[in-house]
C-alpha cells in the first residue's frame, strides 16, 4: 500500500507530465485547425493511437493482448478497442518525392563528385550529354533508375529547391531540403521528425538504455538582434555538423556489407526556434533551474 508522501509524489509526477503534454501538444492543434482537422476527427486519431500502442509496447510476456487489456490500460471503451483492432489496417505511405529529395541533396551535398574543393555543392550540368558523371542526370540516376531527372528537376524548380544558371547549369538554392513551397514534402519531413525527436525523449523519460544524444540550448531575456546573431551562429555550426554527418553516413551506407544485418536507421537533426517568451514556459524554465540536477 502506498503511503500519502508516495502518492503526492505520484501526483506531483503526473501534473508535471499533464503540462508537458499540453506545451507540446499545443503546436500540433495549431497545426490540425490550420487544416481543418477538427476535435472529433483528432480523437478518432487518438484512440487509435492509444490502442495501436498498447497493442505494440505494452504486452504481457506470455500472454495474449485482449480487448479488456487494452481498455484497461487507455480508459477506452471495449466496443472501441474492439471496432479500432479489428478494422483494416490503414498506412500512410512515405512521400516517394521527399524521400527521393532527401537521398539526392544528401548525394549531392555529401559526395566527393558533387561538390567543390571548399565542400560547397557544385552547379550541375542539366544534361549528361554535357556534364557526363557529373551531371544533374546521372545525379538523379545514382539514386533512382526508375525515374527519370526532367520531372524531378520540374518539381524542384517549382518549389524553389534549385535554379537554373545561364550557363544550363542546376544549382542547389538550399544546403537542406526544406522546399519553400510544397506541403506535401514539408509534413514528410514534418512527421518524421517530430516522431523521432518525441520518441528520442520518451526513450530517455523512460530510463530505457543505453540513452540517446538529446541535447539542447535554452536562454532568455534576449533581444532580437541577438537572436538573429545567435541564429546565424547556429546555422553555421550546425550545418557543418550536417555535412560532416551526412558524408560519413553516406560512405557507410555505399561500402559493402552483409545486408541481412543493414536494418537500422538514424536521424540526425537540427532546429532553431524563437518566440517572445510566455509567462507558462519562464516559469516551467524557472522551476526547472531551481530543481535538483540528477545528470
Not at 506545451?23 to 472529433?40: E, G, I, M
Not at 566527393?112 to 565542400?119: I, L, N, P, T
Not at 519531413?189 to 544524444?213: G, K, Y
Request: proline share 4%; with cysteine.
Amino acid at each position: 500500500m502506498l503511503n500519502k508522501s508516495e502518492v503526492s509524489s505520484d501526483n506531483s509526477i503526473q501534473q508535471r507530465v499533464y503540462a508537458a503534454l499540453h506545451r507540446v501538444l499545443k503546436p500540433l492543434v495549431r497545426l490540425a485547425l490550420s487544416q481543418d482537422v477538427n476535435y472529433q476527427m483528432l480523437l478518432e486519431i487518438l484512440k487509435s493511437v492509444f490502442v495501436q500502442v498498447a497493442e505494440e509496447d505494452f504486452k504481457l510476456a506470455d500472454r495474449e493482448q485482449t480487448d479488456s487489456r487494452i481498455s484497461l490500460l487507455t480508459g477506452l471503451h471495449r466496443k472501441d478497442v474492439h471496432r479500432l483492432r479489428n478494422e483494416p489496417k490503414t498506412t500512410v505511405s512515405q512521400s516517394n518525392a521527399s524521400t527521393l529529395g532527401s537521398q539526392l541533396v544528401g548525394l549531392w551535398v555529401g559526395h566527393a563528385d558533387f561538390v567543390d574543393v571548399s565542400g560547397k555543392p557544385r552547379p550541375l550540368p542539366r544534361l549528361a550529354s554535357k556534364g557526363g558523371d557529373i551531371s544533374f542526370e546521372r545525379l538523379v540516376a545514382r539514386v533512382s533508375k526508375d525515374i527519370r531527372a526532367r520531372p524531378v528537376l520540374d518539381e524542384w524548380l517549382r518549389i524553389g529547391v534549385v535554379n537554373i544558371d545561364e550557363n544550363d547549369c542546376v544549382c542547389l538554392n538550399t544546403e537542406a531540403f526544406i522546399p519553400t513551397t510544397g506541403f506535401e514534402g514539408k509534413l514528410y519531413f514534418f512527421q518524421q521528425n517530430i516522431h523521432d525527436h518525441i520518441a528520442a525523449t520518451t526513450h530517455n523519460l523512460t530510463n530505457q538504455t543505453p540513452p540517446m544524444l538529446e541535447r539542447c540550448v535554452y536562454y532568455d531575456e534576449l533581444t532580437p538582434a541577438e537572436i538573429q546573431e545567435l541564429k546565424a551562429l547556429a546555422e553555421d555550426h550546425g550545418m557543418a555538423a550536417l555535412k560532416a554527418i551526412n558524408k560519413h553516413a553516406l560512405a557507410l551506407q555505399t561500402k559493402p556489407k552483409d545486408l541481412t544485418l543493414a536494418n537500422q536507421r538514424f536521424t540526425f537533426a537540427l532546429y532553431f526556434y524563437h518566440a517572445k517568451e510566455d509567462e507558462q514556459n519562464k516559469i516551467m524554465y524557472e522551476n526547472h533551474k531551481k530543481s535538483p540536477k540528477n545528470d
